[in-house]
């Protein structure tokens, strides 16, 4: 374990960064194992299979921050990718329930079956729960919401969900690392690595329930979704690990070589001290602009003067549905909330 204070010298923005709802910053170890090893495929060094481990070593520690079983945990370039092979193996005429103003990764997939009489259908993310019936196939949500930072009622969500047989499909991509969250309450949860993982673009993870796994099929397999990927890659048949390693595409392997370090600093660190820390500094910029607490590390806000006040000020936020979105990470400091209030001011 570590302190998230001696952690933070293990960043160096050069900015007061307060967009990791955008992307997130990569601790040094994560920085330094991604140039060793462009170094060594610039060089032409190595072979490539010391390489591939990495991508291993982030699936573990994604399990153990989510409390998946390993086996259960497949791996991917992007969130809709992932999702893209449940939404196809949904039934014909399956009915989906979502959040409005979801995250286009999220729901694409499952429209993108209409063909099949796949119906979505949308509702104020605060009513999702009660929306669910018996009528309901899935219900798609996202853990907090990318464009205004608001957290589902992840527990009445799960109970209606189970109470009407209806499959709970989480996009976790705004969450994970600062919000305790044991996927296994869900069938599926998907989450891009690059935005509070603090990795690079292009790696994604996916926790499948092993139930429903036995449904979805493997549409990307390739030679990294085999038992034993060094094997052999030439020629039928078909043999897919057993567990949800099928489902895994062949990774881009510069990007696993930082994302294992990122993921393994904050387990060190641990969810539970990272979220006590965003939001504290999220409600201390919160009660600076005169908004009460909140339960969030994204502080979404109604600032027109805050796009040009954080360029003057050399900050760096988002604007998102037509709002200002601040974000705070492990990174960032009592100072940076400060700066913000003060550019504002
Ligand atoms: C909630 C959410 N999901 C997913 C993504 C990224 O999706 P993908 O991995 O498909 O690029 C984002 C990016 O902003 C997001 O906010």
Redesign the pocket.
């Known amino acids: 374990m570590t302190t998230l204070a001696a952690a933070q010298a293990l960043w160096r923005p050069e900015t007061t960064y307060l967009n990791t ?2 992307y997130g910053l990569p601790p040094q170890p994560a920085w330094e194992a991604l140039q060793a090893a462009l170094a060594d495929w610039h060089g032409g060094r190595t072979s490539f299979e010391g390489w591939v481990p990495a991508t291993q070593r982030a699936r573990e520690q994604f399990a153990l921050m989510t409390g998946a079983r390993v086996d259960d945990v497949a791996i991917g370039a ?4 992932l999702l893209g092979m449940v939404a196809a193996a949904l039934p014909d005429g399956t009915r989906v329930v979502a959040a409005e103003n ?2 286009t ?2 729901i694409f997939p499952f429209l993108a079956q209409e063909a099949r009489g796949v119906r979505v259908s949308f509702v104020p993310l605060e009513r999702l729960a009660e929306t669910i019936d018996a009528s309901t196939g899935v219900v798609a949500f ?1 853990a ?3 464009s205004n930072g608001a957290v589902a009622a992840l527990d009445d969500i799960a109970a209606a969900a189970g109470q009407h047989g209806a499959l709970t499909v989480v ?1 976790a ?2 969450a994970l690392s600062w919000l305790p969250l044991d996927v296994t309450r869900f069938d599926v949860v998907a989450a ?1 690595a690059y ?1 509070w993982l603090m990795s690079p673009r292009g790696t ?1 993870f996916m926790y499948l329930d092993p139930g429903l796994a036995e449904r979805v099929r493997p549409h990307g397999a390739g030679w990294f979704a085999t038992e034993d990927v060094f094997s052999t890659y030439y020629g039928g048949p078909l043999r897919l690990a057993a567990n949800a390693r099928r489902f895994d595409t062949s990774p881009a392997w510069f990007n696993w070589i930082a994302t294992a370090p990122a993921l393994e600093l904050i387990n060190r660190i641990g969810v539970n001290a990272i979220h006590e820390h965003d939001v504290r500094l999220a409600n201390r910029f919160r009660e600076g602009i005169g908004l009460p607490p909140s339960d969030s590390a994204i502080v979404s806000a109604d600032s027109p003067q805050a796009e040009d006040a954080f360029a003057r000020a050399g900050i760096l936020a988002s604007a998102r549905a037509g709002r200002l979105r601040v974000s705070f990470h492990v990174y960032n400091t009592d100072e940076d909330v400060d700066a913000a209030l003060n550019a504002l001011s």
């Open positions: 709802a955008t992007n969130v809709s990718g979801e995250f990764s999220l996202s907090v919401q990318s996009d991509s705004q891009h935005k994604a």
